[in-house]
């Protein structure tokens, strides 16, 4: 079954203490992103990458770090939480960025809350 | 800057009414892309349509049309005989450059 698979689906942690966020796609897709939902805020791109080792900065990059090693594999790493990032995270994949008219494949999401 | 506006943070219909949801964008560029993407209650969240700037074409599928309009800058999204199951919150999102741009979501309520 094709899917975008993040984990963990729910983390309950403290400022400071590093966290990943994995996030896996079976599909071959070439582009990968990671998406913060705050309420009122809507949807808002936090790292993208085009293709393995090529990252780049969306609207609120700020305390995040990725990396893309893999084409299948694009974690979210937060070096020193704070609790302004406790927030509903999405990652997504895509064949190509959504210049070239391609859809988002959506994970099911993971709720951090940053004590 | 580019941006997405979706003016309407909730809408509460009566099933079977008809309901749109406005999508209104700023861009510069001559070649963009337009999505719709749906938020059921369980949160995950699912493409709809896609549509490109030079196909001002209007989309019906089943219950669901939009109307893409360039000459207003707006990407509206109709459903026809609504139903209990399209309560959800809906995004529009256009694309810049190799980004998303997201707007802030429509929560549609579909009262029985």
């Known amino acids: 079954e094709a899917q975008v698979t993040q984990n963990p689906r729910y983390l309950i942690t403290v400022t400071g203490k590093k966290l990943t966020v994995t996030c896996s796609q079976n599909?071959?897709?070439?582009?990968m992103s990671w998406y913060r939902q705050d309420p009122g805020l809507g949807l808002r791109q936090i790292y993208y990458?085009?293709?393995?080792?090529?990252?780049d900065k969306g609207d609120v990059p700020e305390g995040y770090k990725v990396s893309r090693k893999e084409k299948r594999n694009f974690p979210l790493i937060l070096e020193s939480p704070s609790p302004n990032q406790t927030s509903l995270y999405f990652c997504?994949?895509?064949?190509?960025?959504?210049?070239?008219?391609?859809?988002?494949?959506f994970g099911d999401g993971t709720r951090l809350s940053i004590l | 800057a580019q941006k997405v506006t979706q003016a309407q943070t909730e809408i509460s219909v009566v099933e079977k009414e008809d309901v749109t949801l406005d999508c209104v964008y700023e861009?510069?560029?001559?070649?963009?892309?337009l999505f719709w993407y749906k938020q059921p209650p369980s949160g995950e969240l699912v493409f709809l349509i896609r549509r490109n700037s030079f196909d001002e074409q209007n989309e019906i599928s089943g219950r669901y049309s939009w109307n893409f309009q360039k000459s207003t800058s707006s990407f509206n999204f109709t459903i026809t005989a609504s139903q209990v199951v399209d309560s959800a919150v809906y995004f529009c999102?256009?694309?810049?450059?190799?980004?998303?741009?997201f707007g802030k979501g429509t929560r549609l309520h579909i009262l029985p």
């Open positions: 599909m071959n897709h070439e582009y």
């Open positions: 999102a256009l694309s810049e450059g190799d980004k998303i741009i």
């Open positions: 861009t510069r560029d001559t070649t963009y892309y």
């Open positions: 990458s085009m293709n393995v080792e090529v990252t």
């Open positions: 997504a994949s895509s064949l190509g960025p959504p210049s070239r008219d391609q859809p988002q494949h």
